[in-house]
């Protein structure tokens, strides 16, 4: 598990960040989705509302490696993460809740995400450089 710097903390927090989620599907094929239901529980934990998902949740239970990347404007980061959980109760569900009825959504559960590792990804001769 390593920690998110402040950086990406701060990026992922920012509404205006574009946020992908790649998972693996059982054949081995990409599967990516747009992220709009994203929340930093802690540096070392991401938390996803599941608002369908059934690609990705199926993809999950084959495979819990997937990565996440953000980006605005010409900084990006790709993190590797690792499904933890999914959660369908608690103090992270109502969190999600809140923050999904700003946009007229309702969440089933959230998915809980483990930090692996992240990239600089953005548009410079950094790109590809290992950050944690």
């Known amino acids: 598990m390593a920690e998110l710097i402040p950086l990406i903390t701060d990026m992922l927090k920012r509404p205006e960040t574009h946020k992908v989620l790649s998972t693996v599907t059982p054949d081995g094929k990409p599967h990516s989705i747009v992220c709009g239901s994203l929340i930093v529980k802690d ?46 109760s608690g103090p992270e569900m109502e969190k999600m809740t809140q923050l999904l009825a700003k946009m007229n959504m309702v969440p089933t559960a959230v998915l809980e995400f483990s930090v692996d590792s992240a990239y600089y990804e953005g548009i410079t001769e ?4 290992q950050v944690l």
Not at 46 to 57: A, E, H, N
Not at 126 to 129: C, E, I, L, R
């Open 43 to 88: 540096p070392s934990t991401i938390m996803v509302g599941q608002v369908y998902l059934t690609r990705t949740c199926v993809n999950l239970a084959n495979n819990r490696n997937v990565e996440f990347l953000v980006w605005r404007g010409p900084d990006a980061y790709s993190i590797q993460a690792t499904f933890v959980s999914r959660q369908d």
């Open 126 to 129: 950094k790109a590809g450089t």
